[in-house]
């Protein structure tokens, strides 16, 4: 309870954090300007702080905001001003504040039944504005606009919005029946089933239960069948053998069971709150409502031709780090109240990716936009939910909440705003309430971490790339004591190749030392000297290196911005005594260049990326010498900076960038011999994963770039490329996955370490070929 | 959302009050320049209309100024945390990290909006040391919002960041502008700040001087306003 107060609600979320004017703490509380003669603003402006405020405090009920809001409006309504900014209010309202939906139809409900000339203007507005967007295939607008309708279905004329849903399913069922793989069709269902039961919540009736029956039979057929899709998006990589947790939690396919229940039972729909039902003591204004004038519906027209909209769809899966545990603290499957909620929530988050600070507020605020007794009190700690009367709910509003995030980062093929944005809703909302959401957060880290073998790789990464940046935020502190048992599996094991992945991300974002002093003794072991050290060491400067003296020279040359006469010598120097040696002279050469390269700019990525500016045309032509010398200029960077492989990734982006190693050489470097760590062990490091992961990146968006802008000239070739690139992925890893890999055969191969291997390779196999197909999918579409 | 309609939530990716201000000022004197400076406010607006709205420099813009960052000297950041610790000098002292944010740092957080183009570390004017500040600058514009949205105001280096989009890093913008050489806002702090080298510098510097009455102080705080070493 204590975090309820924080933060003073604020009328549709508080402002940024570029407040500077307030540099005190306490000028947040106390304002001690002298107060400024008070004044009423006009009534429009009046009007929309409310209707913005609808629902935040918990102090306030229902009924009567609805009703005093109502009368504001009906009221003032013949001031020109006041319908202009309520007819633009309401739409925006619902598409930006999904969660107060209800509460703004309980308003224009109850206006309804004051003036009823309101409704016609606004009907008009909201169906064009969602033929509108319909017609862009911006479908949650759709959804969120049809949400709305159904909380009016009251005051509809006829069957109200039935008509459209019906027309929805008409056209889901010739996109399903023309192509298996569409997720228009799909996206439609989803729609409709998430419409249904707001409809049953506003307008209960006989006629409303068939007609939903009715739609519901048809639906069946589709929201049953499992989507050809599914598979490629799970986020769970089951083992052989076993079956993925979320097999049969197709969001449609729940849904449809969901209501099914619900319409056995009498659609009891008891998580949905109904601003409009009056209290007993609120009788005539019940009344009012009940008899207040009917409007027709404008028709919606769809578009002959329906289109994906800005992003491409996917169908989807129900995804929860709570569901498994033996007390319920998030809505079961079963439940209609687990869609609908999660629905809800991710339209706030998504929708409001502008102001992190106000998603944070709405998610901690969940709970009053529910029914009450939906949810237990706020901040309950879990193990209290044990000791819980049989018939309350033992639902976390933060679980609940923090299930969703989760949802998003975790889910396949990509969320709908960078990973970086799920991370700083977390943040914030851990700011807002840490009694309540750190503990949900820990609940959620465990299951992540304790499912991290089965977890699609692609996902465990951003688990893990989100994990240390949220402990950045909050003075890296985590209770790493109770892995500390894993701290002596092998390397290979997923749950220590997390550890290892995490605490070279920490240090990342700090250093060595301050990390080291988070972590238990056992732990301590796992950050070596080399990583508190700044300046990695440069080889050549101990006399026993093999071209000791040249490196060295080279270095000094380097340091002093020779022009490249000086420096050829030296080189020729290397390949004449390498050849005497019988070693490729290029191979050789390069790693002295590049390591000096290197230690020259070793002070910061700046000195790097000078150091490599003024040698490029040498590093080009190397490059491209041979593909032993480009894969050595790979080594060499990676050797150096073994320590903090975030700087060594870092400076071989840029030599992606310079064209002075390819993606080619960069896959085939980490992925076909065993210079990225011997039997396959690469496999397993979290940096040699987000290597690839960024350079497949790269090429695929630079694709994408190139196709978008519409550039035809070279486009067959950079296809050609990426393709090929691909198949390279996919040889490699096959033959890890399948262990047909020379190094798996070899007997030298640590005990059990194989099986570890094989399925490393199965799981780098599924990311690449996901990615793969999704940008076929891409070139197919475009 | 649509363009030129207001959100009903604040967005976080517009530019500060600071730029504003910065703007309005130099809008003003160049008018005193052109010699429009008799003419009032009204008569101004109306000469204005009919012309093309002056383009907006941060509209396409990819660079951020990144604030607020962590700069205390190695020297003083040992001798803080040893005096702090033992009171007494420690031969283990090289050992310890210099306590600035470094550019390793900015890129692993940075870049989890997009990838970075450029990074120049603002620098102390005489210790060529980084001083608080850098320029982040970004391939799109989107990447440099999302970056406002997303981690201006979070925490880098266990400090709280501001993030302002910004018009564009040009020569001589790196060097912190106070009197020391650092940015103006370590002159005239008188809050202690141990990741900025404890008081602000002029303030340690007279700090043997007797309590500065309230007037002074006052006039200090509208220094903070011109902190940072950008935009002139």
């Known amino acids: 309870m204590a975090d309820y107060e924080r933060r003073q609600p604020s009328g549709g979320g508080s402002g940024g954090y570029n407040n500077r004017k307030r540099r005190y703490r306490d000028d947040d509380e106390y304002d001690r300007r002298p107060q400024r003669r008070r004044y009423d603003a006009p009534l429009p402006v009046r009007i929309r702080k409310q209707l913005l405020g609808l629902a935040e405090s918990p102090l306030r009920r229902w009924h009567e905001e609805v009703q005093s809001i109502a009368q504001v409006i009906a009221d003032g309504y013949d001031d020109q001003e006041l319908q202009t900014s309520f007819l633009d209010l309401v739409p925006q309202m619902v598409l930006e504040q999904p969660l107060k939906i209800p509460f703004v139809a309980a308003v224009v409900l109850v206006v309804n039944s004051l003036k009823p000339e309101v409704l016609d203007p606004l009907l008009a507005r909201i169906t064009s504005a969602t033929e509108e967007r319909a017609k862009e295939g911006e479908w949650r607008d759709v959804k969120l606009y049809l949400k709305f309708l159904a909380c009016l279905q009251s005051c509809l004329k006829g069957d109200g919005l039935f008509p459209v849903l019906d027309e929805l399913f008409s056209r889901a069922v010739d996109l399903q029946t023309a192509s298996s793989d569409d997720t228009i069709g799909t996206e439609l269902v989803k729609i409709i089933l998430l419409t249904i039961p707001y409809i049953l919540a506003a307008a209960p009736s006989t006629e409303s239960e068939q007609k939903a029956a009715e739609l519901m039979d048809k639906t069946d057929i589709i929201a049953s069948e499992p989507h050809a899709l599914q598979i490629l998006i799970d986020p769970y990589h089951a083992e052989r053998g076993t079956e993925s947790p979320v097999a049969n939690s197709s969001l449609i396919g729940l849904l449809q069971k969901q209501l099914q229940n619900e319409a056995a039972n009498g659609w009891p729909l008891s998580c949905l709150p109904r601003p409009w039902r009056m209290p007993l003591e609120e009788i005539e204004q019940q009344e009012k409502l009940d008899n207040a004038q009917k409007h027709a519906l404008p028709t919606i027209a769809l578009p002959n031709k329906v289109t994906t909209g800005p992003r491409p769809l996917f169908p989807e899966i129900f995804y929860s780090v709570y569901i498994h545990q033996d007390i319920e603290s998030v809505p079961p499957i079963s439940n209609i109240a687990s869609s609908v909620i999660r629905d809800a929530l991710l339209d706030t988050i998504n929708v409001l990716h502008f102001n992190r600070n106000a998603t944070a507020r709405f998610l901690i605020d969940a709970d009053c936009y529910f029914a009450p007794g939906t949810f237990i009190k706020r901040a309950t700690p879990f193990d209290r939910l044990r000791d819980m009367d049989g018939d309350r709910s033992s639902w976390k509003p933060e679980d609940v909440a923090v299930d969703a995030v989760f949802s998003q980062l975790l889910q396949l093929p990509t969320p709908e705003h960078k990973l970086v944005y799920y991370h700083s809703v977390l943040t914030e909302a851990c700011k807002i309430a840490p009694a309540a959401i750190a503990p949900s957060l820990g609940r959620a880290i465990r299951y992540c971490y304790q499912n991290t073998h089965r977890l699609d790789l692609e996902l465990s990464y951003r688990f893990l790339d989100w994990f240390t940046h949220h402990l950045s935020n909050f003075g890296f502190m985590w209770k790493w004591t109770e892995w500390v048992e894993d701290v002596n599996l092998p390397d290979m094991h997923p749950c220590k190749s997390l550890i290892l992945g995490a605490l070279d991300k920490e240090i990342r974002l700090s250093f060595a030392q301050r990390i080291k002093g988070t972590l238990p003794e056992p732990y301590q072991a796992l950050i070596g000297p080399e990583k508190e050290q700044d300046t990695p060491e440069f080889k050549f400067n101990n006399e026993h290196t093999p071209f000791s003296a040249e490196g060295k020279e080279l270095a000094a040359l380097l340091k002093r911005k020779a022009p490249d006469e000086e420096i050829q010598p030296v080189i020729d120097r290397i390949h004449s005594a390498a050849l005497d040696q019988s070693i490729d002279p290029l191979v050789t050469s390069t790693d002295v260049f590049m390591t000096a390269v290197c230690w020259v700019g070793s002070k910061s990525l700046s000195h790097v990326l000078a150091s490599i500016e003024r040698t490029k045309d040498r590093l080009l032509d190397a490059g491209a010498a041979s593909e032993a010398a480009r894969a050595q200029i790979i080594t060499a960077v990676i050797n150096y900076w073994s320590a903090h492989p975030g700087v060594a990734i870092s400076i071989i982006e840029k030599l992606l960038n310079y064209s002075i190693v390819t993606p080619g050489a960069v896959i085939e470097w980490a992925l076909v011999g065993d210079r990225a760590g011997p039997y396959g062990q690469a496999l397993s490091k979290a940096w040699v994963f987000e290597l690839v992961f960024h350079t497949v990146v790269k090429v695929t968006s630079r694709l994408r770039q190139v196709v978008i802008g519409g550039v035809t000239e070279g486009v067959q070739e950079e296809i050609a490329a990426m393709r090929e690139l691909f198949k390279t992925m996919d040889d490699a890893l096959v033959s890890w996955a399948q262990g047909t890999k020379d190094q798996l055969m070899d007997p030298v191969v640590p005990d059990g370490g194989e099986d570890l291997v094989k399925r490393w390779g199965e799981r780098w196999l599924r990311v690449f070929r996901r990615r793969s197909a999704i940008e076929e999918a891409f070139l197919t579409s475009a | ?232």
Request: hydrophobic fraction near 20%.
């Open chain 2, 1 to 232: 959302m649509r363009p030129g309609v207001r959100s009903t939530v604040d967005r976080l990716d517009a530019p500060s009050a600071y730029y504003h201000s910065r703007n309005n000022k130099r809008k003003r004197n160049d008018h005193g320049r052109d010699g429009k400076d008799s003419r009032d406010g009204d008569t101004d607006m109306a000469d204005v209309k009919p012309e093309e709205p002056p383009e907006d420099p941060l509209r396409n813009s990819t660079t951020l100024y990144v604030g607020n960052l962590q700069s205390l000297k190695r020297e003083r950041a040992v001798a803080n945390r040893l005096n702090a610790t033992w009171g007494v000098e420690d031969a283990n002292q090289e050992t310890y990290r210099s306590f600035y944010t470094t550019e390793e740092q900015v890129y692993e957080l940075f870049s989890k909006c997009g990838e970075i183009k450029r990074l120049v570390m603002g620098l102390d004017r005489f210790q060529k040391t980084p001083c608080g500040f850098c320029f982040v600058e970004y391939y799109t514009h989107q990447d440099a919002l999302d970056c406002m949205k997303y981690i201006g105001g979070t925490k880098l280096d266990e400090r709280v960041i501001r993030t302002d989009l910004d018009p564009g890093f040009e020569e001589g913008r790196q060097y912190g502008r106070g009197k020391s050489g650092g940015q103006v806002r370590d002159e005239y702090r008188d809050d202690f700040d141990e990741g900025r080298g404890g008081l602000g510098r002029a303030i340690q510097s007279e700090k043997s001087e007797r309590m500065r009455d309230s007037e002074k102080n006052r006039e200090k705080d509208t220094h903070h306003e011109d902190d940072y070493g950008r935009l002139r």
